[in-house]
């Protein structure tokens, strides 16, 4: 394959995502991990947990941890408005319930229009974002959900459920 013939295949590369608002900053996470979005759901909490993890939930029969995805990226804790969701993710063989402010749409973007994050980027720690993607108005971070949470942390959701 020649160079040309790389690019025309990567420039035709689509990523598939789930975007989503966090405060003003929308984020991107690859869909073939994400089961389902719900609407806010009654959280158990669970003592002796970090503060990042809002509890548990009842879902059809099965309990899974659920993660206020806003604490865990350092952002200031909110309460939850009508459009708050959870999005339920596959993950290291685990499901798990992540909150987010709004849900926007399902994106197809060409890879080619992605790009590494800066080094410094305020607010969010620059180790959980895999790319960020460049739209005609707006800009979409793209966040590896795998990198967020530590190993520890995995076997902490997986004690709580």
């Known amino acids: 394959m020649d160079i040309q013939e790389k690019t025309k295949t990567e420039q035709q ?11 003003e900053e929308e984020f991107g996470v690859d869909i073939n991990i994400v089961q389902e979005i719900n609407r ?27 993660i206020d995805l806003r604490v865990k ?9 009508k459009n708050t969701r959870i999005v ?10 992540f909150i987010v402010d709004e849900v926007n749409e399902v994106l197809r973007i060409p890879k080619s229009i992605t790009e590494t994050p800066p080094e410094l980027i305020g607010g969010v720690n620059n180790e959980f974002i895999t790319a960020i993607g ?9 966040l590896d959900l795998e990198k967020i949470f530590s190993i520890a942390e995995f076997s902490l959701m997986e004690s709580s459920n």
């Open 134 to 142: 460049k739209l005609e108005d707006r800009l979409l971070i793209l």
């Open 13 to 23: 590369e689509l990523l598939q995502l789930v975007s989503f608002k966090i405060g």
């Open 73 to 81: 990226l350092g952002l200031i804790k909110l309460e939850h408005g």
């Open 40 to 66: 806010m759901l009654q959280i158990t909490k669970v003592p002796n947990t970090p503060d990042f993890i809002e509890g548990v939930v009842n879902l059809r029969g099965r309990i899974i941890p659920v």
């Open 88 to 97: 339920v993710i596959e993950l290291k063989e685990q499901t798990i319930g």
